[in-house]
């Protein structure tokens, strides 16, 4: 059936919920691929039988052409959602991903991280010059330093309530 | 407020409190950033449109790095797809409009919002066929949910603040 190693693609990946990355399917991507290349050249071979005079090909032509438009629609979504979820992990992970989740990933996908991680280190950094911070750790690291930032305010907070109890305290005595 | 922390005595409560706050604005303003980043990554062919379609003298809705940035995100998105799926494909399907693909921000959502400067006659939009367009005026101080798109060029302006 036409579309069907396309569409699995598509459904493993909406299957893996909550982010996951499942491993890269190489294989029903070029049989996808294969099966893309296989319905234009019988569409090429029917056009130009069409033309001639054999009208009623062009339903047969009309169909192929549709199956094409969704296999493409497929492997796009595929790589596009692929690469949404490798960016999503980065800002979770930092600059380097755990090996479990490289394992899952073609090498276009690791250069396109590379690429992604370069030009947001720029960005990142003028991020970090604008904010006057004295940090030398780039913007991986701004998802679990805001954490502990955020942890350490709150514990200088509660030092700061129980100084001033004391403070008050002594006053009082 | 650093230049202060250098100038006061070591040990002083002041030094703690506005340690505090420093860290405070650096996390704020990094959230800040960080949002801005997110949207422009989500939405990244729509944001280049309007750039690209905005008129000279109006300001820009990106930092020069900003722009820089949403430039380099759709460059590398187009050669990925390109190197991995589009150039094996037949060639009248070899190319991808990314403006059509990807989803647009839905300007239709509902928003808090509270009124700085009292507006007159805003004109509301049907949603449905069933309605018809109606005129509100918006009085100082007050607060409304109301569909983004209505009150778009307000927000802009500053004559409201959404919530």
């Known amino acids: 059936m036409a579309g069907e190693r396309a569409a699995g693609l ?21 049989q996808a691929l294969e099966e ?60 380097v991903l755990p090996n479990t989740i490289q394992f899952h990933m073609s090498a276009e996908e690791v250069r396109c991280l590379r690429d992604y991680g370069e030009f947001e280190i720029d960005d990142g950094t003028t991020v970090l010059l604008k904010k006057n911070s004295q940090h030398i750790t780039g913007p991986a690291c701004k998802a679990p330093c805001t954490h502990c930032k955020l942890s350490a305010w709150l514990r200088t907070a509660v030092q700061l309530c129980l100084i001033s109890y004391q403070d008050a305290a002594d006053k009082q005595s | 407020m650093e230049a202060n922390l250098k100038r006061a005595k070591s040990g002083d409560l002041k030094v703690s409190v506005h340690r505090m706050e420093i860290e405070r604005i650096r996390y704020v303003l990094s959230s800040y950033l960080r949002c801005r980043l997110v949207k422009i990554e989500k939405f990244f062919p729509h944001v280049l449109e309007k750039e690209k379609s ?61 009124v700085l400067e009292r507006q007159e006659n805003i004109l509301v939009e049907p949603e449905t066929d069933e309605q018809r367009e109606y005129t509100i005026d918006l009085e100082q101080g007050s607060q409304h949910l109301i569909r983004y798109r209505t009150i778009a060029p307000l927000v802009a302006s500053g004559a409201v603040q959404l919530i």
């Open chain 1, 36 to 95: 893309m290349r296989a319905l234009y050249e019988q569409n090429q071979a029917d056009v130009s039988e069409a033309k001639a005079g054999r009208t009623d090909l062009i339903f047969l032509i009309r169909f192929r052409h549709c199956c094409l438009l969704r296999n493409q629609r497929c492997i796009l979504a595929y790589l596009y959602d692929r690469l949404l979820r490798i960016r999503a992990l980065r800002w979770e992970y930092g600059s």
């Open chain 2, 54 to 114: 905005r008129a000279e003298g109006e300001p820009s809705i990106l930092s020069p790095e900003e722009f820089a940035f949403a430039k380099e995100y759709m460059a590398n998105t187009e050669t990925y797809l390109k190197n991995v799926a589009l150039k094996h494909m037949p060639p009248n399907l070899q190319k991808v409009s990314l403006l059509k693909s990807v989803p647009k921000p839905n300007l239709d959502s509902f928003v808090f919002l509270r």
């Open chain 1, 10 to 30: 598509v459904r493993e990946l909406h299957r893996a919920a909550g982010g996951h990355l499942p491993p890269f399917r190489v294989e029903e991507l070029r």
